[in-house]
């Protein structure tokens, strides 16, 4: 059932990251609304199971998903109507602590590939907690047999998020996964009144660690006042503003991504 489901899923992408506090959800869940600001079917699945902050950040708290006929029927984001699926949209309080064992949290993203109708999409983008542990084994394991795209990893420049970086670059080695690109989040800060970007920790370590290893980089993200805002208010960056620096480097990494995956297409 989950290849039946996820066959219909032209491309499956991980959002990773070994570390957390690097924005791995803020990315996941801007880089798909980016997406689908360029016309794409986008869906996002909320893989932390134990911190679930999809749906806010996507309009979607407070609203719980609907179990039809055809399976559960993911909510639609008011942000260009990305699907998506979490844990916290099915808890009955969402300030409930889920205080589960490895299998529990195994079955569950489980059903969110199989028992979820997802109908035909562009892209389905995967926000992973931190780490490499059952959460990232189960959904490279469930995708294998679909051909997933492969992953993004997420750092800032800071030499302790790099060194933990490296980490999951060996994990996507041993799991057969391939490293679409590295992004360096909060690279630098906007001045709201300016709009110069400062560097407040160190700068082109991302940059660096991806020629290192032979990967592309595929930008940074500068930490912006009004990406911080539309976070925390679950609003659109893309309408509220769309001239802002973050609005613009995360719409340049969508049209990164994507002809990316042209070209991976047209060579084979």
């Known amino acids: 059932m989950i290849d039946l489901r996820m066959n219909a899923v032209k491309h499956k992408i991980l959002i990773l990251s070994g570390k957390g506090g690097v924005g791995k959800s803020s990315l996941a869940a801007t880089l798909s609304m980016a997406l689908a600001n360029m016309g794409k079917k986008v869906g996002l699945v909320d893989l932390d199971i134990c911190g679930p902050s999809v749906p806010k950040l996507m309009a979607v708290a407070g609203k719980q998903v609907i ?3 055809y399976g559960w029927t993911p909510l639609k984001s008011p942000h260009f109507d990305v699907k998506v699926m979490s ?7 969402t300030d409930s602590a889920i205080i589960w064992r490895g299998p529990r949290k195994t079955g569950l993203i489980k059903q969110f590939l199989k028992d979820t109708f997802w109908g035909r999409l562009d892209f389905l983008i995967f926000d992973t907690p931190p780490g490499t542990s059952d959460e990232h084994l189960t959904v490279v394991k469930a ?9 993004i990893l997420v750092t800032t420049p800071q030499d302790v998020a790099l060194a933990t970086i490296r980490k999951e670059l060996n994990f996507c080695r041993k799991m057969d996964v391939k490293v679409l690109g590295i992004v360096e989040n909060m690279s630098g800060f906007v001045c709201p009144y300016c709009q110069e970007c400062s560097d407040l920790f160190s700068s ?8 290192e290893y032979g990967l592309r980089f595929l930008g940074k993200i500068p930490l912006d006042q009004n990406l911080c805002v539309c976070c925390e208010q679950g609003s659109n960056i893309f309408q ?4 802002s620096p973050a609005g613009k480097a995360l719409q340049s990494l969508a049209s990164k ?3 990316e ?7 084979t």
């Open 257 to 259: 991504l994507t002809e």
């Open 67 to 69: 179990n039809s006929p």
């Open 204 to 211: 082109g370590g991302a940059d660096k660690l991806a020629n």
């Open 240 to 243: 509220t503003y769309p001239e």
């Open 143 to 151: 995708l294998k047999n679909v051909n997933p795209n492969g992953a």
């Open 261 to 267: 995956l042209k070209q991976e297409m047209t060579s």
């Open 87 to 93: 844990v916290g949209s099915l808890l009955q309080k």
